[in-house]
T-cell receptor, first 116, second 109 residues
Framework: NAGVMQNPRHLVRRRGQEARLRCSPM?????VYWYRQLPEEGLKFMVY????????ESGMPKERFSAEFPKEGPSILRIQQVVRGDSAAYFC??????????????FGPGTRLTVL | EDQVTQSPEALRLQEGESSSLNCSYT??????LFWYRQDPGKGPEFLFT?????EEKEKERLKATLTKKESFLHITAPKPEDSATYLC??????????WGAGTKLIIKP
């Protein structure tokens, strides 16, 4: 049973370009979460999605960042017009349930974004 | 404001030297406390969930305990392969996880 998959693992972009990060949740999981982690810092929540719905995007910057989780295919975190401050590790997690018990989140290996 | 504080920031132990990591929290309506392990360059790996004060869970050399204000991750006779950053997170009365900054554990052979 494959775990959470993310690609690419490493992404290099120049300032002003677009970055697209993909996440395929674990089989049977319909809840997806995106986090950002800077070196030596904790995880910062960005957005929580279910299939075709954004449930909570309170951690997402208002501009340049967007996320989707279509009916078919992976979840996508999109960063437009990247700046150097966007350089970080972006982790995706999935869970079987959104609330209540037994809703542990399982993480992918992350995408390390470097903006030149 | 909901908050999670982990201590110490870093901990160096000799192989076999037992110790504990602390996670103290303030949260409105705790809906679970989670421990994860993160190796360099990898995503966090789920270890334990604790839901109520007095609850304990064990896995190999690790044991997690929970009180109303904090959780401890006890490591008994650690080995070098236990070296990692250990992350604590709490779920509040919504569904969001609030994360601590982690404790970097180094076990020297």
């Amino acid at each position: 049973n494959a775990g959470v998959m993310q690609n690419p693992r490493h992404l290099v972009r120049r300032r002003g370009q677009e970055a697209r990060l993909r996440c395929s949740p674990m089989k049977g999981h319909s809840h997806v979460y995106w986090y950002r982690q800077l070196p030596e810092e904790g995880l910062k929540f960005m957005v929580y999605l279910q299939k075709e719905n954004i449930i909570d995007e309170s951690g997402m910057p208002k501009e340049r960042f967007s996320a989707e989780f279509p009916k078919e295919g992976p979840s996508i975190l999109r960063i437009q017009q990247v700046v150097r401050g966007d350089s970080a590790a972006y982790f995706c997690a999935s869970s079987r349930y959104g609330t209540g018990l037994n809703n542990e989140q399982f993480f992918g290996p992350g995408t390390r974004l470097t903006v030149l | 404001e909901d908050q999670v504080t982990q201590s110490p920031e870093a901990l160096r132990l000799q192989e076999g030297e037992s110790s504990s990591l602390n996670c103290s929290y303030t949260v409105s309506g705790l809906r679970g406390l989670f421990w994860y392990r993160q190796d360099p360059g990898k995503g966090p790996e789920f270890l334990f969930t604790l839901y109520s004060a007095g609850e304990e869970k064990e896995k190999e050399r690790l044991k997690a305990t929970l009180t109303k204000k904090e959780s401890f991750l006890h490591i008994t006779a650690p080995k070098p392969e236990d070296s990692a950053t250990y992350l604590c997170a709490v779920r509040d009365s919504n569904y969001q996880l609030i994360w601590g900054a982690g404790t970097k554990l180094i076990i020297k052979p």
